[in-house]
């Protein structure tokens, strides 16, 4: 049985690197006014030790169905995606 990657490259919606990735999360977190847990900076942490020099960081939003999806960041290798860390569920 072949498994899909997830996210589907469909989702993906903009590359970026590591250091604006987390610039980003700051950011989201500071205007949510909901700082960032231990917890998930440590998910985040595991999640980039994932991330080799040749890979791809890229943000990605996925809702296929009301009430369905996420949105967060994958590590793309050889154009699939090989790890995915959700920051936002619908």
């Known amino acids: 049985m072949n498994k899909k990657p997830y996210p589907p490259v469909e989702s993906w919606q903009r590359r970026l690197g ?53 949105a967060g960041y994958c590590i793309v290798r050889n154009g699939s995606s090989i790890a995915w860390i959700a920051t936002m569920r619908s």
């Open 18 to 70: 590591r250091v604006e990735a987390e610039a980003e999360l700051r950011k989201e977190s500071d205007e949510l006014g909901i700082p960032i847990s231990p917890h998930w900076q440590e998910r985040w942490d595991n999640f980039l030790l994932n991330l080799q020099s040749e890979d791809e960081l890229w943000f990605w939003e996925y809702f296929p169905q009301p009430m369905t999806g996420g």
